[in-house]
């Protein structure tokens, strides 16, 4: 069970096997699994199955041997964390089209941007940029200059 963006209780069950990879022709397939998740979220009870394939060998990838609950040991790579805790991209009601990408690459863009400024706190630079957007205009014109 997990308690995380917003839903009370979440429980996934996660199963794996190699009994599928000989008849799929996927270069490095090693495993499929499914994972099933239940949760409740604003008093309603939702159910979601997903599936996939990994290149993981059972050794290193068994379900039965880690819990299907997230774990806090996990890590998201620091540009994801910068995009998901700055600008919320994990709860982006954007899904249709070319709508996520785009909106992927101004995430960037504008990470891109205040990290050439030698921004690095860059929720608090982003905060103050909501507040006075002439020096956010001010590094898109004028960008500082970028040392090769």
Same mark, same amino acid.
């Not at 993981?56 to 540009?79: F, T, V, Y």
């Not at 991209?89 to 504008?110: I, K, N, Y």
């Given at each position: 069970? /997990? ?11 996660? $199963?794996?096997?190699? +009994?599928?990879?000989? !008849? ?5 397939? %090693? ?6 998740? %239940? ?5 309603? +009870?939702?159910?979601?199955?997903? !599936? ?10 068994? &379900? ?8 806090? /040991?996990?890590?998201?790579?620091? &540009?994801?964390?910068?995009? /998901?805790?700055?600008?919320?991209? +994990?709860?982006?009601? *954007?899904? #249709? ?7 992927? #690459? #101004?995430? +960037?863009? @504008? ?10 706190? $860059?929720? @608090? ?11 956010? *205009? %001010? ?6 200059? %970028?040392?090769?």
């Amino acid at each position: 069970m /997990d308690r995380a963006h917003g839903r009370s209780h979440e429980r996934r069950h996660l $199963v794996a096997s190699t +009994d599928l990879t000989s !008849y799929l022709a996927w270069p490095g397939l %090693t495993q499929v699994f499914r994972l099933e998740r %239940t949760w409740r979220e604003q008093g309603a +009870d939702h159910q979601a199955r997903h !599936y996939g394939i990994t290149s993981l060998s059972p050794a290193r990838a068994d &379900p039965a041997a880690r819990p299907a609950s997230r774990s806090l /040991d996990h890590r998201e790579p620091r &540009p994801h964390c910068h995009k /998901d805790v700055a600008f919320g991209e +994990d709860a982006s009601l *954007v899904h #249709l089209g070319q709508g996520p990408t785009v909106l992927a #690459l #101004l995430r +960037d863009a @504008a990470l891109n941007a205040l990290h050439q400024a030698g921004v690095r706190q $860059v929720a @608090a630079r982003l905060r103050l940029h909501a507040q006075h957007l002439e020096q956010a *205009v %001010t590094l898109v014109v004028n960008p500082p200059p %970028t040392h090769a």
